[in-house]
């Protein structure tokens, strides 16, 4: 199956459970995202992979314009009736893909992408659409689950990923989004690391995994290398006591400048 269908496969399916995910909804990296972007009134702004549309809705308030978009129809939809109830006039919504972004060159004040490139399969390639939609001087805020150096961690944290949702591709590590924004001619204005608590029960639930791979999956858990729990620190009832468990995730929080 084509990536892109996979992606929309999965969302489709679970778009309503992205409206009210807390991790989704409330993150903290939300409000940190809408601070470092110093967003102005005056601005024009892209949101990509908006899915229920928390980052756009954050977003909105702040500016002049937000073009929220996504690959998966329902997502769309879900997010045009958030926008509705919230009575945010200012958000239109449209289909895009990240890595071929439907827009003219130059033509953003700003673009956001919050906790989605790790769908992506080809990041280089979604890194060089920011830039190029965004005009000179343009901002660029980046939310995205990362992976630590450390290969194991690294390896056990994105296969484990998969195995919950087939439309994962990979987190990358910091300094690889900080190498990638900087070789598409982004500079580097903020860079954070922010650790997120998920209950693993609310983990799978988004992604309404049968109850066989839930099973499997905290077993996974709690017989991981010694470097991925280092990175997941699960907090564990007793063996297979899935409302008892819980992991960290690891977000960046990046903010880059077109030169
Ligand atoms: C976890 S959700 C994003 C959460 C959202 N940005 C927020 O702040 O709440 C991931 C979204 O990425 C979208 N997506 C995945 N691959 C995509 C692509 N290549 N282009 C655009 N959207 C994509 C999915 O349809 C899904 O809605």
Known sequence: MDHLDLV?????????NYATS?????????????????????WRVLDIATAAGH??????????????TDVTPEMLAVARTGAAERALTNITFEPADAEALPFDAASFDAATCRIAPHHFPRPPRFVAEVARVLRSGGVFGLVDNVVPDD??????????EQRRDPSHVRCLSLDEWLALLTASGLAIRH???????????????????????RADLLHALETAPQPATEFLRPELGAPGDQDAAAFHLT?????????
């Open 8 to 16: 929309r496969r999965q969302f489709g399916a679970n778009a309503t």
């Open 22 to 42: 807390p991790v989704h909804a409330k993150g903290a990296s939300l409000a940190r995202l809408v601070d470092e972007l110093h967003p102005d009134p005056d």
């Open 55 to 68: 980052t756009a809705f954050a977003v909105a308030p702040h500016v002049n314009e937000v073009i929220a």
């Open 151 to 160: 290969l194991v961690a690294a390896r056990f944290a994105n296969d484990w």
């Open 191 to 213: 860079a954070e690391l922010l650790a997120k608590r998920m209950a693993f029960v609310a983990w799978v639930d988004n992604m309404d995994v049968a109850p066989e791979l």
């Open 251 to 259: 977000e960046c929080i990046v903010v880059a400048v077109k030169g």
